[in-house]
């Protein structure tokens, strides 16, 4: 299984940085960094309003393979918040997506609006790094959690192999509980993502304050919406609820409002951005916005209010 072989990996690549670099020096860096910017509060569409837009710098997955050549991730960032996304997904795994700290890093200093390093995180350590390289919020994912392979442990510890199992959610929630705790004290909020009923019941255990539904099943790789239309159902709404992402399988504005319609706030797009011909026109698509002439807000852009009204705030 690919969520496997990625969590094998990721304890010795986790370990190399461990040996390279102690937890002190991350911690110091980090603490230098500039006041997070709001992640959750710029996520949440309103009534009526369209989905606001996560963009993704994506080079290639597993599943997709190759994508697109970002020889400069920085460019990509600012195209995406000159258009209308509201937050920036940078992916940080090099080994299977093509990512790196050194693109967060630069996508954070280049950027106004919120950034998340997105990646597979299970320890402390990740979640220092993430912060030291000026991200606002990080990934945590319910099913690799839940994986033995999610261990946490030092770095003789992490390279030692471990045996692949069952999931178990009842350590996915005091992993997700623990993690949480240090994120606050970290400075990072934190995107909690699940796939199924049983992955959200464990997110609102520990009251996630944002949940993405990946439409893509980590152990199967398939992807389908049912996805967010089922798992939405499972989450309270309204202000005092958790702000809801919709992650994978979105390529067209159909299928961004049929998301929106099942109660998503927020979605997050990669593949359909960096795979299209004009991407600043994808961007401004998938998140409702117009460019209007003489009419500046904090990105000099408009958002549309074409979405249905009965949309779910």
């Not at 890093?105 to 402390?124: C, G, H, N, Y």
């Not at 239309?229 to 309204?238: C, D, I």
């Not at 399988?249 to 990669?270: C, K, Q, S, T």
Request: negative net charge.
């Amino acid at each position: 299984m690919i969520l496997d072989d990625i969590l094998a990996h990721k304890r010795h690549e986790v370990a190399t940085s461990m040996r390279r670099r102690s937890l002190d020096s991350v911690r110091s860096e980090a603490f230098r960094q500039p006041t997070p910017r709001p992640f959750g509060a710029n996520l949440r569409a309103t009534t009526g309003s369209p989905a606001r837009l996560i963009a993704e710098i994506k080079r290639r997955s597993p599943s997709a393979g190759a994508m697109a050549d970002v020889p400069d991730p920085v460019v990509l960032a600012r195209t995406y918040q000159a258009n209308g996304a509201r937050a920036i997904s940078t992916l940080t795994d090099g080994h299977f997506f093509g990512g790196s700290l050194e693109d967060l890093r630069a996508v954070s200093q280049a950027v106004t609006i919120p950034v998340l390093r997105k990646d597979f995180l299970f320890t402390e350590y990740q979640l220092w790094e993430a912060r030291a390289a000026g991200a606002d919020a990080a990934l945590l994912i319910v099913a690799a959690l839940a994986s033995p392979l999610a261990t946490p442990g030092n770095a003789d510890e992490l390279d030692h192999p471990l045996e692949v199992g069952d999931r178990d959610l009842d350590i996915a929630r005091e992993r997700l509980a623990h993690l949480l705790g240090v994120a606050r004290g970290v400075g990072l909020e934190i995107l909690v993502e699940v796939h199924d009923e049983a992955e959200a019941a464990v997110a609102l255990s520990v009251n996630a304050a944002v949940i993405g539904i990946n439409n893509r099943d980590l152990r199967t790789f398939i992807t389908t919406l049912d996805a967010t239309e089922r798992v939405a159902l499972r989450l309270p709404r309204g202000t005092n609820g958790p702000v809801i992402v919709s992650e994978s399988g979105l390529h067209d504005l159909a299928a961004v409002e049929r998301v929106r319609a099942a109660g998503a706030h927020a979605i997050l797009v990669g593949e359909a951005l960096v795979r299209a011909p004009d991407i600043g026109a994808k961007v401004r698509e998938m998140s409702g916005t117009v460019l209007v002439p003489g009419v500046t807000d904090a990105h000099g852009l408009h958002q549309s209010t074409s979405a249905p009204l009965d949309n779910p705030a």
